[in-house]
C-alpha cells in the first residue's frame, strides 16, 4: 500500500462569525466559544483518508476512507460568497459519519476536485467499485 500524504488542509473562516460577533459582542462569551468552536476544527484531505477533527476541551477526530466517498454537493451562501468560501458537502458510506460538511473553506470547487481525484485513485488502489441498487 502506498505512503498516505497530505494533499490539503485547512480551517473554516472566521469571516462567517463576523454577524455574530458584531450582534453579541455585548455578551462576549458567546462570540469567544463561537471563536473557539470554529478556530478548534481542522480539515485533512489525505492520499487514502478525509479528517475532520472539532472540539475545544475535548476533540473528536472522524475518519472516511476515500473509497467510501460517494457523492458531493458544493454550497456557496451569500455570507460565505461574499467572502470568496463554500461549503463541500460530502456524503460516504461510512457507518459513523454518512454525511460530512466542510464549512467556510477557500475554493470549495478546487478542494472537490482534489477529493475526486483521491477518490477516484483510492478506488484502483483498493479496488473498490461503487454500486447502487435502486
Not at 466517498?69 to 456557496?76: A, F, L
Not at 468560501?85 to 478542494?111: F, M, R
Request: with cysteine; net charge positive.
Amino acid at each position: 500500500m502506498q505512503e498516505e500524504k497530505i494533499i490539503w488542509e485547512a480551517k473554516p473562516s472566521q469571516r462567517t462569525n463576523i454577524v455574530f460577533y458584531i450582534f453579541l459582542f455585548w455578551t462576549v462569551i458567546l462570540p469567544l466559544i463561537r471563536f473557539l468552536q470554529t478556530w478548534c476544527t481542522n480539515y485533512k484531505l489525505t492520499s487514502q483518508r478525509l479528517y475532520v477533527k472539532t472540539g475545544v476541551f475535548s476533540q473528536t477526530i472522524e475518519q472516511t476512507e476515500l473509497y467510501r466517498i460517494r457523492d458531493y454537493t458544493v454550497k456557496k451562501p451569500l455570507k460565505q460568497r461574499i467572502f470568496g468560501l463554500g461549503t463541500l458537502e460530502i456524503i460516504s458510506s461510512d457507518k459513523t459519519q454518512p454525511n460530512i460538511h466542510l464549512t467556510a473553506i477557500k475554493d470549495p470547487e478546487g478542494v472537490a476536485d482534489l477529493l475526486r481525484e483521491g477518490v477516484e485513485l483510492s478506488r484502483r488502489a483498493t479496488q473498490t467499485r461503487e454500486v447502487d441498487f435502486t
